[in-house]
Nanobody, 122 residues
Framework: QVHLVESGGGLVQAGGSLRLSCAAS????????MAWFRQTPGKEREFVAA????????NYADSVKGRFTISRDNAKNAVYLQMNSLKPEDTAIYYC???????????????WGQGTQVTVSS
């Protein structure tokens, strides 16, 4: 079991930046990849970005490419999401999750944090 705790969400104006953090504890050795997803009311959870723990391979949703950057700190068992040039449509609850392999598919992620709210005002 991997325990995840997100932080760093908040209210920001369009064009602004936020940095989300995800602290992992527990059986992190079972996790090959970490990812960020987001969800708005009435919609399915949407892939945002993913990174492998060891090799640093990354993948991004087209909607955030060039604006968001995912990174990790293995020593701290943490993953980050730097979000720049934020848009109102980025407003959502952001979740971090772990998977045993590198994928963008939500059903393959087995541990989830509680989420952190990001609100971008126009």
């Amino acid at each position: 079991q991997v325990h995840l705790v997100e932080s760093g969400g908040g209210l920001v104006q369009a064009g602004g930046s936020l940095r989300l953090s995800c602290a992992a504890s527990g059986r992190t050795s079972s996790s090959y990849a970490m990812a960020w997803f987001r969800q708005t009311p009435g919609k399915e959870r949407e892939f945002v970005a993913a990174i492998t723990w060891s090799g640093g391979t990354t993948n991004y949703a087209d909607s955030v490419k060039g604006r968001f950057t995912i990174s990790r700190d293995n020593a701290k068992n943490a993953v980050y999401l730097q979000m720049n040039s934020l848009k109102p449509e980025d407003t959502a609850i952001y979740y971090c999750a772990t998977s045993g392999f590198f994928t963008t598919v939500v059903k393959y992620y087995h541990s989830w944090g509680q989420g952190t709210q990001v609100t971008v005002s126009s």
